[in-house]
């Protein structure tokens, strides 16, 4: 527990922040894509070197320069003469807001805005102490300015937050509706000595640059006076417009941005900025970037025209996207917006999840980026398939290969080539199952309930063990070989019923693409794995694992059939079942335990009845180990399936399992090629009579026939136990969804922070 005296209202609360990953391309902040020519990078080096032969003394802290160069621009740009004296300009749009909230917003004081909107908005209301209040905007993200009006005479605000565009939506302002909203504005700020006073309107114009041909800019009504006469003062001095160089300028690393009011509201904000708070470097450096204004503005047009395009292509294929006028275009909806949001990542292409549910917002960048983006877009429903059909192939084609089967054994001449034709086509499309199966699991549950889903799938798989051979032997002196085959085979009748039980469709929410070529899905689901830390981590367990598992599967008939029956051994391996059975039900019943500590445990479980095996010396020991290996084994499974759903885009998921299993099957095939061998030939030589370790582990271990092959087993099990480092790191220690998420929906007019 911190002692530390934080304010309240900010415990709980983390730093504003947007993923800063190493991707291709990143179009999730909004930055213009184009850096600075040469030309405009030896402009700002020779004003930065001049400027640096002052830096003793404090720089200018009104900068009359940059203001005057800052009017300059916007008359051009908009076409609004205003004076310098109404421009004013800090460290980022951000902090120009801040010093408009500072002036005016504080305890008692409210600011009102519309959502979905910039995701700051409350925050600068909150570190200002200013209570925050939002009204819905209309379904197509515009505003209605006679419900504005009357939010403004109810809540009083003194502050309000208009984004034109509008950020995460694109959505741009009318001036009639401005001049609504500030006429609605006068005389319904807070109450004073004086009495009511207006209601400071703020259009937030980050963006304005990049509005389209013949959409006005708010400054227009800044250029406005009262009566309509040059002496006049202003028609509306409760208005400000801020502005950014970092977007259209491409000069987010500068952190200048800069704000148009009248003279009265610009000296209210001098009241509140910090001293010299706009350094002699940033100052020359902004002058020198406005002194290439046309260069840097013929970039903006070429945005524009990759915007538009944007627009008309999603549209194309089905989705929403809205007109912007702003570098970004919002698009969707998704019923799993996370989802697309995870798949475009791992193909190397950085989106943001932010604003309404179920939508996207791409930022605008070069056509290069755009075009990669419009592939991975296009590519993002890899697995496309619905999941159920993926699952009633797998086990409809089963059924047809065992149909091969019996109909071979049923033939006056037994075919042998055709039970294995059979049997290898049952056994392949089974294959399809499994993978889709789990796949669909994260369809269905919410990720809190991971762990128990897991633990039910591995139960089922494990009753599936035990059941089989008790009613295969028991049906068989009765109907037969066909008679099993055929009731196996009818199986797939409850495949069919349970899998259209499941209403909702088992794929991913996006749009329909073709993903391209088998090999391409497989590179790609390859490359998104070894890309993924903790996956990465699971899979390298989950390959040692299935050697050791191999291990034991290979050695243990041998070791125990020259001393027991073949009825004991089968004993034996129903009690190993059992615990898989028991393991995953503990595992259900515990909940939602943490990936890492389910495969630290079952590692140590696994591990250590392993290496007590060449001590147990009757079969109710080897049993009990049996028991406790594969109870363990339900819980290293249960880990490591958490972590694949958890890291794993949901419309990668029935690739991602089927090359998990195809990777980890290794394991397997490298224990049955070198257990034999090994045991055979270095370890059984070792527990002879004569062998070099009698003396040593004789006595505990026993020497003879099967006790190297124990030995071997319970180096096996030292080794799971040296993977639980491995389990124990800190990327599975810290495993969380690979996503982001942004949201500021209020679906209604209500408070939403209090100082």
Same mark, same amino acid.
């Given at each position: 527990?911190?002692?530390?005296? $934080?304010?309240?209202?900010l415990?709980?609360e983390?730093?504003y922040?947007?993923?800063?990953?190493?991707?291709?391309?990143?179009l999730?902040?909004?930055?213009?894509?184009y850096a600075?020519?040469?030309?405009?990078?030896?402009?700002i080096?020779?004003?930065?070197a001049r400027?640096?032969?002052?830096?003793n003394?404090?720089p200018?802290r009104?900068?009359?320069?940059?203001?005057?160069?800052?009017?300059d621009?916007?008359?051009?740009?908009?076409?609004a003469?205003?004076?310098?004296e109404?421009?004013w300009a800090?460290?980022?749009?951000?902090e120009v807001?801040?010093?408009v909230?500072q002036?005016?917003?504080?305890?008692?004081?409210?600011? $009102?805005?519309?959502?979905p909107?910039?995701?700051?908005?409350?925050?600068y209301?909150?570190d200002?102490?200013?209570?925050y209040?939002t009204?819905?905007?209309r379904?197509d993200f515009?505003?209605?300015?006679?419900?504005?009006?009357?939010?403004?005479?109810r809540?009083?605000?003194?502050?309000v937050?208009?984004a034109?565009?509008?950020?995460?939506?694109?959505?741009?302002?009318?001036?009639d509706?401005?001049r609504?909203?500030?006429e609605?504005?006068?005389?319904?700020?807070?109450?004073g000595?004086?009495?009511a006073?207006?209601a400071?309107?703020?259009?937030?114009?980050?963006?304005g640059?990049?509005?389209?041909p013949?959409?006005?800019?708010a400054?227009?009504?800044?250029?406005?006076?009262?009566?309509?006469?040059?002496?006049s003062g202003?028609?509306?001095p409760?208005l400000a417009?801020?502005?950014?160089m970092?977007k259209?300028?491409?000069a987010a690393?500068?952190?200048l941005g800069?704000l148009?009011?009248?003279?009265?509201?610009v000296d209210a904000?001098?009241i509140v900025?910090l001293p010299?708070h706009l350094?002699?470097?940033t100052?020359?450096a902004a002058?020198?970037a406005?002194s290439h204004?046309e260069?840097?503005?013929?970039?903006?047009?070429?945005?524009?025209?990759?915007?538009?395009?944007?627009?008309?292509w999603?549209?194309e294929?089905?989705?929403?996207?809205?007109?912007?006028?702003?570098n970004?275009?919002?698009?969707?909806?998704?019923?799993?917006?996370?989802?697309?949001?995870?798949?475009?990542?791992?193909?190397?292409?950085?989106i943001?999840?932010?604003?309404?549910?179920?939508?996207?917002?791409?930022?605008?960048g070069?056509p290069?980026?755009m075009?990669?983006f419009r592939t991975?877009l296009?590519?993002?429903?890899?697995?496309?398939?619905d999941?159920?059909?993926?699952?009633l192939l797998?086990?409809?084609?089963?059924?047809?290969?065992?149909a091969?089967?019996?109909?071979a054994?049923?033939?006056?001449?037994?075919? $042998?080539?055709l039970?294995?034709a059979g049997v290898?086509?049952s056994?392949?499309l089974a294959?399809?199952?499994?993978p889709?199966?789990?796949?669909?699991?994260?369809?269905?549950?919410?990720?809190?309930?991971y762990?128990?889903?897991?633990s039910?799938l591995?139960?089922?798989?494990?009753?599936?063990?035990?059941?089989?051979p008790?009613l295969?032997?028991a049906?068989?002196?009765r109907?037969?070989?066909?008679g099993?085959l055929?009731?196996?085979?009818?199986?797939?009748?409850v495949?069919l019923?349970?899998t259209l039980?499941?209403?909702?469709?088992a794929?991913?929410?996006a749009?329909a693409?073709?993903?391209? +070529?088998?090999?391409a899905?497989?590179?790609a689901?390859a490359?998104?794995?070894?890309?993924d830390a903790?996956v990465r981590?699971?899979v390298l367990l989950?390959s040692? $694992?299935?050697?050791?598992?191999?291990t034991?599967?290979?050695?243990?008939?041998p070791?125990?059939?020259?001393?027991?029956?073949?009825?004991q051994?089968?004993?034996v391996?129903s009690v190993?079942?059992?615990?898989?059975l028991?393991g995953?039900?503990?595992?259900g019943?515990?909940g939602?335990v943490?990936?890492?500590a389910?495969?630290?445990t079952?590692?140590?479980?696994?591990?250590a +009845?392993?290496?007590?095996?060449p001590?147990?010396?009757?079969?109710?020991?080897?049993?009990a180990?049996?028991?406790?290996v594969f109870?363990s084994l339900?819980w290293?499974?249960?880990g490591?399936?958490?972590v694949?759903?958890?890291?794993?885009a949901d419309?990668?998921q029935?690739?991602?399992w089927?090359?998990?299993s195809l990777i980890?099957q290794?394991?397997?095939l490298?224990?049955y090629a070198?257990?034999g061998?090994?045991a055979?030939?270095?370890?059984?030589?070792?527990l002879?009579?004569?062998?070099?370790?009698v003396?040593l582990?004789?006595?505990?271990i026993?020497?003879?026939?099967?006790?190297?092959t124990?030995?071997?087993?319970?180096?096996?099990?030292a080794?799971?136990?040296?993977?639980?480092p491995i389990s124990?790191?800190?990327g599975?220690r810290?495993?969380r969804?690979a996503?982001?998420?942004?949201?500021?929906?209020?679906?209604a007019?209500?408070p939403?922070?209090a100082?």
């Amino acid at each position: 527990m911190s002692t530390l005296p $934080l304010r309240p209202g900010l415990e709980g609360e983390e730093p504003y922040g947007a993923p800063e990953l190493d991707v291709p391309v990143r179009l999730n902040v909004n930055e213009n894509p184009y850096a600075p020519s040469g030309a405009v990078v030896d402009s700002i080096a020779r004003a930065a070197a001049r400027a640096a032969g002052g830096l003793n003394r404090y720089p200018d802290r009104d900068f009359p320069a940059l203001r005057r160069a800052l009017a300059d621009y916007l008359a051009v740009e908009s076409g609004a003469r205003l004076g310098p004296e109404g421009i004013w300009a800090a460290n980022g749009s951000n902090e120009v807001m801040l010093h408009v909230l500072q002036a005016f917003g504080g305890p008692g004081r409210t600011c $009102l805005s519309f959502t979905p909107t910039y995701s700051m908005y409350p925050e600068y209301a909150r570190d200002t102490l200013t209570d925050y209040v939002t009204g819905p905007r209309r379904a197509d993200f515009t505003l209605d300015a006679a419900a504005v009006a009357a939010a403004i005479e109810r809540v009083r605000p003194a502050v309000v937050l208009l984004a034109s565009p509008n950020n995460p939506t694109g959505t741009v302002l009318p001036l009639d509706d401005v001049r609504a909203v500030l006429e609605a504005a006068r005389g319904h700020g807070p109450a004073g000595a004086n009495g009511a006073a207006d209601a400071v309107v703020v259009i937030d114009e980050a963006y304005g640059e990049f509005r389209r041909p013949g959409v006005p800019s708010a400054l227009e009504l800044l250029a406005e006076r009262a009566d309509g006469g040059e002496g006049s003062g202003p028609r509306y001095p409760h208005l400000a417009v801020t502005r950014t160089m970092s977007k259209a300028f491409g000069a987010a690393g500068l952190r200048l941005g800069y704000l148009a009011a009248s003279r009265e509201l610009v000296d209210a904000l001098r009241i509140v900025r910090l001293p010299y708070h706009l350094s002699a470097l940033t100052q020359a450096a902004a002058l020198a970037a406005l002194s290439h204004r046309e260069e840097l503005m013929s970039q903006v047009a070429s945005l524009r025209a990759e915007r538009d395009a944007l627009v008309a292509w999603l549209r194309e294929r089905g989705l929403t996207a809205h007109d912007s006028d702003a570098n970004f275009v919002l698009f969707g909806p998704f019923e799993d917006r996370d989802a697309v949001w995870r798949s475009l990542l791992e193909r190397g292409v950085l989106i943001r999840v932010v604003g309404p549910a179920g939508y996207l917002r791409v930022s605008i960048g070069t056509p290069d980026e755009m075009g990669a983006f419009r592939t991975a877009l296009a590519g993002v429903l890899a697995d496309r398939h619905d999941r159920r059909t993926m699952m009633l192939l797998g086990d409809g084609g089963s059924a047809l290969g065992l149909a091969t089967v019996l109909i071979a054994v049923t033939r006056p001449e037994p075919s $042998l080539l055709l039970v294995l034709a059979g049997v290898t086509v049952s056994s392949c499309l089974a294959a399809l199952t499994e993978p889709a199966l789990r796949a669909t699991v994260n369809e269905l549950v919410p990720a809190e309930l991971y762990t128990r889903a897991s633990s039910m799938l591995q139960m089922a798989s494990s009753s599936k063990f035990l059941l089989s051979p008790f009613l295969a032997g028991a049906l068989m002196p009765r109907i037969g070989v066909a008679g099993v085959l055929l009731i196996d085979a009818s199986t797939f009748v409850v495949t069919l019923i349970c899998t259209l039980h499941v209403r909702r469709r088992a794929t991913s929410p996006a749009i329909a693409a073709d993903p391209g +070529s088998l090999v391409a899905q497989l590179r790609a689901t390859a490359a998104l794995l070894h890309r993924d830390a903790p996956v990465r981590t699971v899979v390298l367990l989950g390959s040692l $694992l299935t050697v050791v598992l191999g291990t034991l599967q290979v050695l243990l008939p041998p070791v125990l059939l020259p001393l027991y029956p073949v009825s004991q051994v089968g004993t034996v391996q129903s009690v190993a079942a059992f615990g898989m059975l028991a393991g995953a039900l503990i595992v259900g019943l515990l909940g939602k335990v943490p990936s890492w500590a389910l495969l630290a445990t079952g590692l140590a479980g696994l591990g250590a +009845s392993m290496a007590l095996f060449p001590l147990m010396h009757s079969l109710v020991g080897v049993g009990a180990c049996c028991f406790v290996v594969f109870a363990s084994l339900a819980w290293c499974n249960t880990g490591a399936d958490v972590v694949v759903r958890t890291r794993v885009a949901d419309d990668h998921q029935g690739r991602a399992w089927g090359l998990i299993s195809l990777i980890t099957q290794t394991g397997f095939l490298l224990a049955y090629a070198a257990s034999g061998p090994l045991a055979d030939h270095v370890f059984e030589p070792l527990l002879r009579p004569d062998g070099p370790l009698v003396e040593l582990l004789g006595s505990a271990i026993g020497i003879g026939e099967g006790r190297g092959t124990t030995l071997l087993i319970a180096l096996c099990g030292a080794g799971a136990i040296a993977l639980i480092p491995i389990s124990m790191s800190r990327g599975l220690r810290e495993i969380r969804p690979a996503r982001e998420a942004s949201e500021d929906e209020d679906p209604a007019l209500q408070p939403a922070t209090a100082h």
